[in-house]
């Protein structure tokens, strides 16, 4: 079945990085495009990062350039590294597929991300 298990979070200050990692097992890695989402305190879960299979990187707006997705098909696992963090990034992030076929039916436990002076 699929599993996908997210690592890398932490608590660090305004301006720092992180590098976020995904495992995943029982899935069509390689032949799907992949996501790292997000939820922050009293919002909905949100698409924030995408890479295609071709290794394309889309991201929302909101991130202005500081976030940088990547995957490694050989490991089935997908990164996202994440550069001059502020308060606002702070949320669980999960990664998932992306593209149109949406989400696999499961999560995994996401990992926490909380930038705080």
């Known amino acids: 079945q699929v599993q996908l298990v997210e690592s890398g979070g932490g608590v660090v200050q305004p301006g720092e990085s992180l590098s976020l990692s995904c495992a995943t097992s029982g899935t069509t890695f390689s032949l799907d495009a992949m996501g790292w989402y997000r939820q922050a305190p009293g919002k909905r879960r949100k698409l924030i990062a995408s890479?295609?299979?071709?290794?394309?990187?889309n991201y929302d707006y909101s991130l202005e350039g500081r976030f940088t997705i990547s995957r490694d098909n050989a490991k089935n696992t997908v990164y996202l590294h994440m550069n001059s963090l502020k308060p606002e990034d702070t949320a669980v992030y999960y990664c998932?597929?992306?593209?149109?076929?949406?989400?696999?039916?499961?999560w995994g436990q996401g990992t926490q991300v909380t930038v705080s002076s």
């Open positions: 890479i295609t299979t071709g290794d394309y990187g």
């Open positions: 998932n597929r992306a593209g149109r076929l949406g989400p696999y039916d499961t």
